[in-house]
């Protein structure tokens, strides 16, 4: 066994709701004993398909040693449950370019005379194509900006770029993070500052977070850190609140930058419960 990325569910945090279940095409994750438990090392990929999905915060990803995930064995458990099931599973493997497992899987389906038309990705989201479309990449920082009406580009369109946002779905390694101007923002600034887009998110890369609500502060770290070592970040502006938890986000973006070793330029706006820049 080697160590790699796999999940890990905190017994004590899991009520057993069972909502991770259907996120979990893999069939990695069975209800035992009213408990959530990762049945198979072999069935689990590591990418997090059943992360967000946990009402209680119970699910994480950790390294540790755990046998090799073995694509051709989740094929197996896959096809059993059908053309939609197989199909979540292509795309949650495209989504973190794991082009890899991709082939072995398509490999195996023509193994089986399995025909089934699967999504190709793109930079566009695809709402039928199985997944979780909340979790599926979105990369159009080369669109032109709209005014919501199918219009004109206007002055005042939202200015995001990407997708997901939400730190706890992000991955690290995709590739509006390369050579990208961050802006890591509290949840709560958008809804307080008028001028959010304009003034905070217009040419940079999102990720959202709250640090007082938020389970997995040191997860929350470690991926900030893949994030920083893994690309050619150019600059970080770090928006929270007045309010002294959400200092907590300024902690850890230093924390996550110690880990990197990279040295990034850091700008950090404090946003009044007025909405106006302190």
Known sequence: M????????????????????PNCPEGAIRIIDGKARLVSDLFCDGLGACLGHCPQGAISIEEREAEKYDERKVMENIVKQGNN??????????????????????????????????????SRMDHHGGGCPGMRMVDSRNEGRKDGSGGEPAQAGSELRQWPVQLHLLNPHAPY????DLLIAADCVAFSFGNFHQRFLKGKTLVILCPKLDQ????????????FSSNDIKSITIAHMEVPCCFGTVQVVEEALKKSGKNIVVKDYTVSLKGDIV
Request: net charge negative.
């Open 216 to 227: 997995g502060i040191e997860d929350y770290i470690e991926k900030l850190a893949e994030i």
């Open 2 to 21: 080697a160590k790699r990325k796999i999940i890990t569910i905190d017994e004590a945090q899991c009520n057993g709701c069972g909502l991770c279940i």
């Open 177 to 180: 993070f390369q050579n990208a």
């Open 85 to 122: 099931v197989i199909k979540a599973h292509l795309d949650h493997l495209r989504e973190h370019n794991e082009h890899a497992y991709v082939k072995t899987a398509v490999e195996y389906l023509q193994e089986k005379n399995i025909d089934i038309k699967t999504t190709e990705g793109g």
